[in-house]
């Protein structure tokens, strides 16, 4: 941990002392989301007291990485009742959170394929197991999609592995909202924006009705400031993608 500090120390000012106890206290906390989710499967069956106290604890972590992440604003934006907390968020890139979050969201492959398993057959405990693990995998989406909210290298880093993320927007897990702030008011990320994803957005409104992917569709088109560089062929493909479906 000594090593990691001082790592982040050259490449971040950490100006008060309260700023060092602080990424200390994050960097223990990685370490043991780290380790939580590479043994996951020892644990995540829920079968002892202690599997769940660690299930817990990686919860509890999930929540307070999303809460470091965002700050109360002073007055409502919008609909919006925090802004994100960029010091904390580039503090979390420089500690490598990313790479621990990825490792958490590896547990999706233990759901398996459920459309080839009746819920009906399915054992009680099993079903609470496995809405376990889909309330895991939604507590890291939240913090993910707060790691990146307005953060062009976060962003960045996000989008490196976009193809996570799509892979399972009709999970019901939140992807959707990653998603939508890796492009948000990032008119770079915009325009690399994969063409099949506009029709895989369109095909999920219309097969599942889910209204959090408009989510995607809406983050293309915001635009920071009125006079923020035109979209309109942003536009065109939503609404045409849209018609088409």
Not at 171 to 198: D, M, T
Request: aromatic fraction near 8%.
């Amino acid at each position: 941990r000594a090593d990691m500090l001082e790592d982040i120390s050259h490449s971040q000012l950490l100006v008060r002392s309260e700023d060092e106890e602080t990424a200390r206290e994050l960097i223990g906390k990685l370490e043991d989301l780290q380790s939580s989710a590479e043994q996951a499967e020892l644990w995540a069956e829920l079968k002892t007291s202690e599997d769940n106290a660690i299930n817990e604890k990686v919860k509890g972590i999930l929540r307070y990485l999303a809460s470091r992440c965002r700050i109360k604003t002073s007055k409502l934006n919008g609909t919006q009742l925090y802004r994100p907390a960029a010091k904390y968020q580039n503090l979390l890139r420089n500690l490598g959170v990313f790479e621990v979050a990825m490792t958490v969201l590896e547990l999706e492959a233990s759901l398996g394929d459920e459309d080839d398993e009746d819920e009906g057959s399915k054992d009680p405990r099993e079903i609470d197991v496995q809405e376990n693990t889909r309330e895991i995998l939604r507590l890291c989406n939240i913090f993910l999609s707060w790691f990146v909210k307005h953060n062009p290298k976060n962003q960045e880093l996000a989008f490196g592995r976009l193809d996570v993320f799509t892979d399972y927007l009709s999970g019901g897990f939140g992807a959707s909202k990653v998603v939508s702030e890796i492009f948000r008011g990032n008119e770079k990320l915009v325009k690399q924006f994969p063409p099949k994803l506009y029709t895989q957005c369109a095909d999920l409104l219309v097969t599942e009705m889910n209204p959090d992917i408009l989510d995607v569709f809406e983050a293309l088109m915001w635009m920071p400031t009125h006079d923020a560089p035109n979209n309109y062929q942003v536009q065109q493909n939503i609404f045409k993608v849209l018609t088409d479906t």
